[in-house]
Every structure is written in structure tokens, then in C-alpha cells.
């Protein structure tokens, strides 16, 4: 494998392509659930993430928290396009000695919590958001969590205090793809209409749909610019397993493993050259 040029960074096929590679070199799961968030992850990275230096460390970074930590093969492929993850490591992945796990690991430089425990990820975020207001520095905390996730009670424990003390500076992205572990978010706990929860909890609310980068584009610097002083969340509609036919909106691929036929028909399907 080789890195792709900066012509091509970020591109969703390339970024699924990354997935699909280390996902079959690992012999692991969870392929569904990243392709959900492959375009979100794509356009925050693109357009909106700061990394003075391209140091994933640099004190004064915006923050992103993968809340739905299971989904770390996305934000993995976004880290090898900015050049913090080699080819050996994509490689590598879930092999014995590697440093990239299947849920997210906070001792990896770029991503920002060790989450997998669901809910878990969203009360960190809106503790860092909260400290760079006290600090009263400009940066921006995002945490991406999934629609089943926020059946969890800490998420809004968090969104509670975030609308109480008006992080303005904290946006929340649900990756809304209609299923979670076990079947479907409506039939497990019916969720309702999320955008209007979240406003009834003080936040500044918006919903798009996840896979039109454009959109998504739109959406976040709109609620960046709004003079409001209340925190943001973007409901994104998603398909689960999207860019692949067998695997959209199938849940059997939460925990599916690919074999050598299904890894081939999966990379002819999101069409990125080697």
C-alpha cells in the first residue's frame, strides 16, 4: 500500500478502501458502523479541524472525540491521509504489537479519548470543551457519537450541563444510521426525533444528510457562525455499510469478518485505485 497523493486526500473511496484493507489484514469487525462516518470524518478533516503544524498533539488543537469508538478504522484512514499513520501500520492493524486497536485508544497520537464504552466519550468532550472556555482559548471540541449510543444516560447528563453553561464551542455529530449492535435504533429503543431532543436541551440543532459532503459542510460552518451562544448538534442521516451494496443497511457486517471473496467484491464496489 502507498499513501495517497494530496490531490486525493480524504476522498471517501480511498478512505473506505483504507478501511476495507485493514479490516481483512486484521481479520476484525465493525466495518458497517465506519462506513457510516467516513464522509464526516472526511469533511471535518478537510475543512475544519485544526492541527497547528499537523501535530496531533499541538496544545492549542481543535478536539475530536470518537465517542462510537468502534468506528476507529475511519478516523485511522483519515490519520494516514494527514500522514500520522504509515503504511505499515494500516498494515498491521489488530496484528500482535500494534498500536492500533479495534475501539479507540487515547495513546494513539490524534485520537483524543480511549472510548468504546459507549456513552463515555460525549462527558469527556464536554470537559474539554468546557476547559478551553475557562482557558478562553478558541478552540473547537467535536464528538461524533451514534444514534444507538445516545440511548446511554451520560450522553445527556453531558448535554445538560453543555446547554447549561453555553459551550458554545462544543458541537455533538450523530451518526444517525438507524442500527445499533442488535437490530434497529427504533426497535431497541425508539429515539424519537433526535434534533428536537437535543434542542430541549439547549442545544442549536440541525439535521443533514451524512453522506452529502456539501451539506455537511454547510451545516457545520453554519452553526459555527450563529451568533447563538448554545452548543451544536448536527443529526447526520447515514446509512450503515454505505458504498458497499451487501453491506448497507445490513447489520450482519456490525460483526461480520471479511473472507477473500467478500474483501474483493467490497473493494471492486467503492471503486478506489490501489
Not at 448536527?234 to 471479511?258: P, Q
Amino acid at each position: 500500500m502507498t499513501r495517497p497523493s494530496s490531490s486525493s486526500r480524504f476522498d471517501p473511496a480511498t478512505l473506505r478502501r483504507t478501511v476495507l484493507d485493514m479490516a481483512y489484514a486484521g481479520a476484525t469487525v465493525h466495518i458497517g458502523c465506519a462506513f457510516s462516518i467516513i464522509e464526516l470524518l472526511a469533511v471535518l478533516y478537510r475543512n475544519h479541524l485544526r492541527y497547528p503544524g499537523n501535530d496531533p498533539d499541538a496544545a492549542d488543537r481543535d478536539y475530536l472525540v470518537l465517542s462510537k469508538g468502534h468506528g476507529v478504522m475511519a478516523q485511522y484512514a483519515c490519520m494516514r491521509e494527514m500522514g500520522w499513520l504509515d503504511d505499515a501500520a494500516i498494515s498491521g492493524y489488530f496484528s500482535d504489537g500494534s498500536d492500533l486497536k479495534g475501539l479507540s485508544d487515547s495513546r494513539v497520537p490524534g485520537l483524543e479519548v480511549t472510548s468504546g464504552s459507549l456513552g463515555h466519550g460525549f462527558s469527556v468532550g464536554v470537559g474539554m470543551a468546557m476547559g478551553a472556555k475557562l482557558r478562553k482559548t478558541d478552540q473547537k471540541t467535536y464528538v461524533l457519537v451514534g444514534d444507538g449510543e445516545i440511548n446511554e444516560g451520560p450522553i445527556w447528563e453531558g448535554a445538560l450541563f453543555a446547554g447549561h453553561h453555553k459551550l458554545s464551542n462544543f458541537m455533538t455529530i450523530v451518526d444517525e444510521n438507524g442500527f445499533q449492535a442488535m437490530g434497529k435504533t427504533n426497535e431497541v429503543l425508539d429515539l424519537g426525533a433526535i434534533e428536537a431532543k437535543f434542542a430541549s436541551f439547549g442545544f442549536e440543532s440541525m439535521t443533514v444528510d451524512g453522506h452529502d459532503e456539501n451539506a455537511v459542510d454547510a451545516a457545520v460552518r453554519k452553526l459555527w457562525e450563529s451568533p447563538s451562544r448554545a452548543p451544536k448538534a448536527l443529526i447526520a442521516r447515514t446509512v450503515k455499510g454505505k458504498g458497499v451494496s451487501f453491506m448497507e443497511h445490513n447489520n450482519i457486517w456490525h460483526y461480520t469478518r471479511l473472507n477473500a471473496d467478500t474483501y474483493a467484491q467490497a473493494i471492486e464496489a467503492v471503486g478506489a485505485a490501489r
